[in-house]
């Protein structure tokens, strides 16, 4: 994958997160007091795409993951 493209979808799986973490899902209540906080984090960290933190971007990919799975 090229970098431009690796950096885009970086961009977009932040943002994913970030949305998802503004929905009203169902949250466990120790991570409810803190998802509209780390959405926010998130959304502002968009852009940075690769620049981004590996635990950052282990993180969102951990928030997205069971959104991005096709076998549900």
């Known amino acids: 994958m090229s970098l431009r493209k690796e950096h885009q979808r970086i961009q977009d799986d932040f943002r994913q997160?970030?949305?998802l973490?503004?929905?009203d899902l169902v949250w466990d209540a120790d991570f409810e007091a803190i998802?509209?906080?780390?959405?926010e984090i998130l959304?502002?960290?968009a852009d940075l795409g690769v620049s981004n933190?590996?635990?950052m971007i282990n993180?969102?990919?951990k928030i997205i993951a069971?959104?991005?799975d096709m076998s549900i």
């Open 17 to 19: 997160a970030a949305g």
């Open 21 to 23: 973490l503004r929905h």
């Open 35 to 39: 998802r509209l906080d780390l959405a």
């Open 66 to 68: 069971s959104e991005n």
């Open 53 to 55: 933190e590996q635990p």
């Open 43 to 45: 959304e502002r960290r």
């Open 59 to 61: 993180m969102v990919q």
